[in-house]
């Protein structure tokens, strides 16, 4: 296959994807090495097409997302709480940033959109190898929260409040 229909078929195949899709999978797929579609993926956002690469896999950012900051605050144990709550409302959760007062704004990409990534970020987190950020906080942090749109944002803020994680700004 020639590689401008190969990174045609990369840009369908990702962009048809309801999940990232890491490099070794679209190797294996068009039977190339996982540095050929390295480099197809850097050709195509030289050409404007706006793929994101996650610690997952890449995703097409077609289709434009409602975005928004929320304030938050809770314990260790409550973080699956927050973020199921926050998915199962139609959110995803991009990242998190605490303000830490000597270091500044430290910020920290998640990418959580499951159940699942909630309860594996929590299961690490709880497996002492690293502490989550908000513990330099005293439990306070911000969370990039996308959805379809900014009703289900509204909901999502709904929710929070009503569950007590919610800081008002």
Do not use: W
């Amino acid at each position: 296959m020639k590689a401008e229909k190969r990174r045609e078929e990369i840009l369908s195949f990702i962009g048809n994807a309801e999940s990232p899709v890491p490099a070794g999978v679209l190797a294996e797929k068009f039977n190339v090495s996982r540095q050929v579609i390295v480099q197809d993926v850097a050709i195509l956002r030289a050409n404007g097409y706006g793929i994101t690469a996650t610690n997952r896999g890449y995703v097409l950012n077609a289709k434009a997302r409602a975005s928004r900051v929320f304030k938050c605050r809770h314990t260790f144990e409550e973080i699956v709480d927050e973020g199921v709550l926050i998915i199962e409302a139609g959110g995803r959760i991009e990242d998190i940033t605490v303000n830490h007062r000597l270091y500044g704004k430290i910020t920290a990409r998640l990418d959580l959109y499951n159940r699942t990534h909630v309860e594996e970020l929590y299961r690490s987190l709880k497996s002492g190898a690293s502490k989550p950020l908000m513990s330099v906080t005293d439990g306070y942090h911000y969370h990039t929260v996308t959805a379809e749109s900014e009703e289900t944002l509204n909901r999502i803020e709904k929710k929070l409040r009503a569950a007590g994680f919610l800081i008002e700004i």
